[in-house]
Antibody, heavy 119, light 109 residues
Framework: QVQLHQSGPGLVRPSQTLSLTCVISGDSVSNTDTAWNWFRQSPSRGLEWLGR?????????DYEVSVRSRITISPDTSRNQFSLHLKSVTPEDAAVYFC?????????WGQGTLVTVSS | SYVLTQPPSVSAAPGQTATFTCGGDNIESKSVNWYQQKAGQAPVLVVY???DRPSGIPERFSGSKSGNTATLTLTRVEAGDEAAYLC????????????FGGGTRLTVL
């Protein structure tokens, strides 16, 4: 059974970098049949996809246009996990962040991390 | 960019049927996923590929689509079904991205 467990700080200072990790059990980050995604959810923006990384003979990533200049999603095969880095955060980036697996659907989700942006 | 439209709320009495709609341009040509999200929890996939159910999801959940509307039908509503229901499609246009509807909150009367 696939499980995703998120970790990372719940408080980030404005202009700093938000970093979260999603540890995978029951699957491999190198699985060529799936993708590893990050989402966020806020009352003002709803549930929003941020980007994904996936392996298909080599590593790929793609990102939501609105955050593309600030975001990196990267795999760590040695630890079987993937990470989100979102730089130069503002209060608009405050949300609950989720990792999730899946290419044509998102069938496994992390527990969610509430991120506050405040000095 | 592709937009999915859902009514904000639906109500149903226990034992009745709740219907959730998701409007999108030519959504009939897309694969639609549906999620149930209870307060404070992560979404749970209840229908994928417009009409398929993951293992462990009751047969009370069913999906369909026609024209510009996808529909999730929940029969024999129970108190534990109270949640938000969100539709999702992959926008394969210029901006490749997952797109969600705003969600419909089910109130069980």
């Amino acid at each position: 059974q696939v499980q995703l467990h998120q970790s990372g700080p719940g408080l980030v200072r404005p202009s700093q970098t938000l970093s979260l990790t999603c540890v995978i059990s029951g699957d491999s980050v190198s699985n060529t049949d799936t993708a590893w995604n990050w989402f966020r959810q806020s009352p003002s923006r709803g549930l929003e996809w941020l980007g994904r990384t996936f392996f298909r003979s080599k590593w790929y990533d793609d990102y939501e246009v609105s955050v593309r200049s600030r975001i990196t999603i990267s795999p760590d095969t040695s630890r079987n996990q993937f990470s989100l880095h979102l730089k130069s955060v503002t209060p608009e980036d405050a949300a609950v962040y989720f990792c999730a697996s899946g290419s044509t659907m998102n069938d496994h989700w992390g527990q969610g991390t509430l991120v506050t942006v405040s000095s | 960019s592709y937009v999915l439209t859902q009514p904000p709320s639906v109500s149903a009495a226990p034992g009745q049927t709740a219907t959730f709609t998701c409007g999108g341009d030519n959504i009939e040509s897309k694969s639609v996923n549906w999620y149930q999200q209870k307060a404070g929890q992560a979404p749970v996939l209840v229908v994928y590929n417009s009409r398929d159910r993951p293992s462990g999801i009751p047969e009370r959940f069913s999906g369909s689509k026609s024209g510009n509307t996808a529909t999730l039908t929940l029969t024999r509503v129970e108190a534990g079904d109270e949640a938000a229901y969100l539709c999702q499609v992959w926008d394969s246009g210029y901006e490749h991205r997952w797109v969600f509807g705003g969600g419909t909150r089910l109130t069980v009367l």
